[in-house]
């Protein structure tokens, strides 16, 4: 009780405010009577009376500088007083904004005796200029104030039709009158009795501690499930570590009655013990005959990585880089193509690379999804061979990136570009190099596969493959995986059927290039798969790359192109077809074979076999005849490989104070920080894969090779 009549006064008077602010009279007169009958002091709110007469004094401020055509002390009283939310938010107040632009700008040319003063007059029109092009500008579709827009460039506004109501007598007055009704509306608002915004405050806090509360449960949950994850799997490496330690523990007994362990034992051990990612890899690199390996493993395995955090590159302005691609000089387009490609091949793998590629694709870069005639992939067939390689280039690089080809083949203009350049470009060998890359990375892509084989590709490569020793390194290679890669599919099968003795005779002419006399000492670090599992697509000649850290003394993989598994990848595919098999017997395509058996290493001698093994095959294996062209994309894991060779011989170098590289892009096209993360695409499920059978999925040499799940 005491707390109450502590307070009371306040209350009481914030009760009258409430009843006066609402214009309760009646209500108002009986209450204050009441209060003073029963001696009841009513107390003044606090600031009422002087919020009142400082509102009155910034009224008539801003009316009188309406009067007096002062812009500037308008505006700045304008923007001091009139909150942001009602002039941003409140369609009446920024209508009469935009009028009240309008009246200062043309006030000189209204009510100055005689010539108005050209600098002040400029300088107002100017001031409007600016607020149209930037707060204005969100009324250029309204109808109502289109025409205002032209009022800037117009020499004599007070002579031109679109303008005569601005001018006349009446207009200023009523401009005038919605201002004064205007700024009583706010003021009325604006004293907005304690007793509404103690009620409003609450009720909002109320609510912004419910979405807190909310956000908190949210988030709760999903630690719960996280958490949940890593009991369960907690929970899944115990038990193995149970099981692990009871085999121990009788092979411990056993050896007390005399029985060795053998190696054998211990790998199979060790590998129960690594993680999945390891498992693959562990059984070719660890020697477990030598003591101490299996345990440095196993506590090297448990070394925590420490990951180098990597800035994100800065944001660009994507806009002015199309136009300037599109419309800029043919050297001034050669160095953005070139800058944009190394954003993407220098930057580090992982969250870097991915953000740059996903600001790529979100902006469009190349217009994969414009209609438009003149768009950035036209610059593939220009007149510049810099400009044409530098885009192929390009393109090339953005097909090694798993989402990047995804881009690319939203639009199918682009594999018809790249089809046609391919065969039409006989003047720069480089730009059809990456053509043929950006191709060979096409065809991990069941319909680009498709296409591929439709438009007769596989016809195309056997005529360029006739003649090998013409061939660069790279074209070799890569044409080869792609023909691979075209013949797994029945369609593509089909299509070699059509010309099937040039074919054979062509893939046995390339089994004994000369490019492979050291195919067998590079055999355990660059390829460890039989044909079996070379019959579905590779990444391109890249993705076998022979691991430096493993083999520092191994040439570069460019040194020697190594294209025996495409070459025994595609035989093995294509005489599942009986009518090739036929032909091939015919042509003694088996004792061909037993020629590179004598000569070949033991991986070399097995991959033939296998195909010596098909070729006197009678009927389809498991697995060949089926739905293999049905268009899934479930075949196409992330192959992110970006190689070397899209970098190498530049043909452009910056001259004294011009710019290139990330210079370029930071100096002239630096843009608003946009960067966002990067959603990955959900992968398959992690299936296992016994070296005792072929694979089920696609898979890649490298990813193979570091024991990746297929």
């Not at 719960?224 to 092979?251: C, F, M, P």
């Not at 993705?543 to 040194?559: D, E, K, R, T």
């Not at 630096?670 to 993360?677: A, E, P, S, V």
Request: charged share 25%; hydrophobic share 40%; with cysteine.
């Amino acid at each position: 009780m005491g707390d109450i009549l502590a307070h009371e006064s306040e209350l009481l008077g914030l009760v009258k405010e409430y009843l006066d602010f609402a214009e309760f009279e009646d209500t108002l007169k009986t209450f204050s009577k009441e209060c003073k009958i029963k001696g009841k002091p009513l107390c003044k709110t606090v600031g009422g009376s002087f919020r009142d007469s400082k509102s009155l004094t910034i009224q008539k401020d801003l009316v009188a500088a309406f009067d007096n055509g002062d812009q500037k002390v308008f505006f700045d009283l304008w923007e001091e007083h009139i909150s942001s939310s009602i002039r941003d938010g409140d369609s009446f107040a920024q209508k009469l904004e935009f009028y009240l632009h309008i009246h200062f700008a043309i006030y000189l040319l209204k009510y100055s005796v005689g010539r108005p003063d050209k600098e002040e007059l400029d300088e107002k029109i100017s001031y409007f200029k600016t607020y149209l092009e930037t707060k204005g500008a969100a009324l250029s579709q309204t109808t109502e104030f289109l025409p205002f827009y032209a009022l800037p460039f117009v020499p004599n506004p007070m002579v031109h039709p679109s303008f005569k109501e601005l001018f006349q007598d009446s207009w200023t007055p009523e401009l005038k009158l919605k201002l004064i009704k205007f700024l009583a509306l706010i003021s009325k608002a604006s004293n907005t009795p304690k007793l509404l915004t103690i009620y409003k405050e609450n009720g909002q806090s109320n609510k912004e501690i419910l979405q807190q509360l909310h956000q908190q449960l949210v988030e709760a949950e999903r630690r719960s499930v996280t958490y949940l994850k890593r009991y369960n799997k907690i929970q899944a490496d115990y038990h193995n570590l149970i099981g692990v330690t009871a085999e121990l523990v009788d092979s411990l007994e056993a050896t007390v009655s005399g029985k060795m362990i053998t190696p054998e034992y211990l790998q199979s051990v060790c590998v129960r013990l690594f993680s999945n990612q390891m498992r693959q890899s562990l059984a070719h690199s660890v020697d477990f005959t030598r003591p101490g390996t299996a345990s440095t493993m196993l506590r090297a395995s448990l070394a925590p990585v420490k990951l180098k955090d990597v800035p994100l590159l800065p944001s660009l302005d994507y806009e002015k880089l199309k136009k300037d691609l599109i419309l800029g000089s043919d050297r001034l387009k050669a160095f953005l193509l070139q800058a944009l490609r190394w954003r993407l091949t220098t930057s580090h793998p992982g969250e870097q690379r991915e953000t740059v590629l996903q600001a790529y694709i979100s902006n469009d870069l190349l217009d994969c999804y414009s209609h438009n005639q003149r768009s950035v992939l036209q610059l593939l067939h220009s007149t510049s061979d810099v400009v044409r390689q530098y885009m192929a280039r390009l393109i090339n690089a953005f097909a090694s990136l798993a989402e990047g080809r995804l881009y690319l083949a939203q639009n199918t203009k682009v594999l018809q570009m790249l089809e046609g350049r391919l065969k039409e470009e006989d003047k720069d060998i480089i730009t059809r190099e990456n053509v043929l890359g950006a191709l060979q990375k096409f065809s991990l892509r069941r319909p680009l596969q498709t296409a591929m084989i439709q438009d007769g590709l596989i016809f195309w490569l056997v005529d360029v493959l006739k003649d090998p020793d013409c061939l660069s390194d790279y074209t070799l290679e890569y044409s080869v995986a792609l023909l691979m890669n075209l013949c797994l599919r029945s369609t593509g099968k089909n299509m070699c059927a059509k010309v099937a003795g040039l074919v054979l005779k062509v893939l046995s002419d390339l089994l004994g290039h000369e490019n492979h006399e050291n195919f067998g000492s590079q055999k355990q670090d660059v390829l460890s798969v039989p044909v079996c599992l070379a019959h579905w697509p590779v990444p391109g000649p890249s993705g076998i790359a022979v691991s430096h850290h493993l083999a520092p003394n191994i040439p570069p993989p460019h040194a020697i192109p190594l294209i025996q598994p495409y070459v025994n990848g595609a035989l093995y595919s294509i005489l599942s077809v009986p009518s090739i098999r036929e032909e091939a017997r015919a042509m003694g395509m088996e004792d061909i074979l037993r020629c590179f058996i004598k000569e070949g290493n033991a991986e070399m001698i097995r991959q033939i076999e296998f195909i010596i093994k098909q070729l006197n095959s009678e009927e389809l294996p498991d697995g060949v005849l089926e739905s293999d062209d049905d268009e899934d994309e479930d075949d196409e894991e992330d192959h992110d490989i970006m190689e070397a060779d899209l970098d190498k011989d530049e043909l452009i170098q910056p001259q004294l104070g011009e710019l290139s590289g990330e210079k370029l892009l930071t100096t002239e096209y630096l843009g608003i920080m946009t960067n966002t993360g990067k959603t990955r695409r959900k992968g398959l499920a992690n299936v296992q894969w016994s070296g005792d059978e072929p694979l089920q999925r696609p898979v890649t040499p490298g990813g193979h090779r570091n024991g990746y799940p297929v």
